[in-house]
């Protein structure tokens, strides 16, 4: 009834706004590559088991290839009125090479075609992702290294609690996205399945040979029950929700890396060129990249939410509705790439003031804890240390005078306990020599873990 290549049973022509309502081509052009991969795998696959002829597999794929350069050369126009790309590339095979070319769909629907794509684009997707997160690790194990020894205030609440190491600050970063990575790597088996050959939602009489497609496109597995696999995206929601915690992690160190670049923390500077000024402010340097990512962790987390409820209460098998799992999972991967690559070019790029944070380090009594672990090897309960040094503390706070500024005789008056030697661990670097366990910030531990991160990364 229409040039569409469903026409057959309809008795009038789509509606113009209809057919550009439905139509995904304006998005989902983007699998053209993946499409065109799955389509050679499916048409070498119908040759192997006799469906189609070798000469016939062979028009095939030379013609989808040729549609691949017409594509990456700008000379394909996207046709909305062909609705999403697999129609696209099919229409414009059949134009190109001629009946043949209506063979290639056999014992395939555009619901396992589609599944198949978004699997291996987003395959190819993680892949690139998990690369990007190596290099912001890489950057974060070198930083630390560098500073290792470097000396700031920790914080709890964002007040001062304890003396800590550059490094092993830069360490916690690691950590957090070496479980990101290792998340991925999960995500990654689960959508490394391939759905070919469950067709529309039945199955296909014609037989296929399942796992040779798989294997010629690198799929680790192929699906086993042909509903489930045309119609649930659950690999992409748990893709979005490894993205949405990547997100979260960067947001957090967004955040540290603003306040410390302000004019009162002053523990950092970014590159003039992670930077922008202002239209009317002449002084300013503003941290804008950290500032975006820290901001665009919304979007990410909406495009979870968004997928979510997209599938939710779904009937079995495919939808319409699941054409909408492209947009917010492109979003993301796109959002994820771009953010990931600002930090990975950035990091290594951290200027460290640490004369600022020795300063900031000697204000807020950042070594109580050890003048109380002090009394505690020498003899008293620990409450009751808590409670001696938090008298020092606020005779400290009432004089403007830090433990460490205090002579021998003041300190005394506090407990008879107190020796000369209480001055040893006092100091930042007595402070975190001492908290030499496992995971704490001393600097051979943290040293440590930087070798071993090493040799992980290697090995990975
Ligand atoms: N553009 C569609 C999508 O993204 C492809 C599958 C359409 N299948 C169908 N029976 N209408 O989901």
Request: aromatic share 6%; net charge negative.
């Amino acid at each position: 009834a229409q040039d569409k290549l469903w026409g057959g049973r309809f008795a009038e022509p789509t509606d113009a706004f209809v057919e550009a309502f439905t139509a995904s081509i304006r998005f989902d052009w983007r699998l053209y590559r993946h499409d065109i991969q799955g389509s050679i795998a499916h048409a070498t696959m119908l040759a192997h088991v006799g469906i189609l002829s070798a000469e016939e597999a062979q028009q095939i794929i030379a013609g989808l290839k040729a549609i691949q350069e017409d594509i990456e050369t700008g000379r394909l126009q996207w046709s909305v009125a062909l609705e999403d790309v697999h129609m696209n590339i099919e229409s414009r095979l059949i134009e190109r090479i001629g009946e043949v070319g209506k063979k290639l769909h056999t014992g395939r629907s555009r619901n396992d075609q589609v599944a198949t794509d978004i699997r291996l684009w987003l395959r190819d997707s993680i892949d690139l992702l998990s690369a990007e997160l190596r290099r912001l690790q890489q950057g974060l194990l070198d930083l630390a290294e560098r500073e290792a020894h470097t000396i700031m205030p920790g914080f709890t609440h964002l007040q001062t609690a304890q003396p800590i190491t550059f490094g092993h600050h830069m360490m916690a970063w690691f950590e957090m996205l070496e479980r990101d990575h290792a998340r991925l790597a999960d995500c990654r088996k689960r959508v490394n399945i391939m759905p070919l050959g469950s067709a529309a939602l039945a199955g296909t009489p014609y037989p296929l040979d399942r796992h040779y497609t798989a294997e010629l496109l690198g799929f680790e597995g192929i699906s086993d029950n042909s509903l489930d696999a045309v119609s649930d995206r659950d690999f992409a929601i748990e893709f979005c929700a490894a993205g949405a915690l990547i997100m979260t992690h960067l947001s957090r160190f967004s955040e540290e890396l603003i306040l410390w670049t302000s004019a009162q923390f002053g523990f950092i500077q970014l590159p003039d060129r992670f930077c922008t000024g202002s239209s009317i402010m002449p002084q300013k340097k503003n941290p804008d990249v950290p500032e975006l990512v820290r901001g665009k962790t919304g979007r990410v987390n909406g495009n979870l939410t968004a997928l979510l409820t997209l599938m939710k209460a779904q009937p079995l098998a495919y939808n319409k509705d699941n054409q909408e799992d492209k947009e917010p999972l492109f979003d993301t991967v796109d959002t994820l790439a771009g953010s990931l690559r600002a930090f990975a070019d950035m990091v290594p790029n951290i200027h460290v003031c640490a004369d600022a944070m020795r300063l900031a380090v000697n204000q807020g009594f950042a070594t109580a804890t050890d003048l109380a672990d002090y009394l505690v090897r020498k003899g008293m309960a620990f409450r009751d240390a808590h409670e001696v040094v938090g008298r020092a503390v606020k005779l400290g706070v009432d004089t403007g005078c830090d433990l460490s500024q205090m002579d021998l005789k003041e300190l005394q008056a506090f407990s008879s306990l107190i020796e000369a030697d209480v001055f040893d661990v006092l100091t930042p670097e007595g402070s975190v020599a001492a908290r030499s366990i496992h995971g704490g910030t001393a600097p051979e531990q943290v040293l440590k873990r930087i070798q071993e991160a090493r040799n992980r990364l290697k090995a990975s």
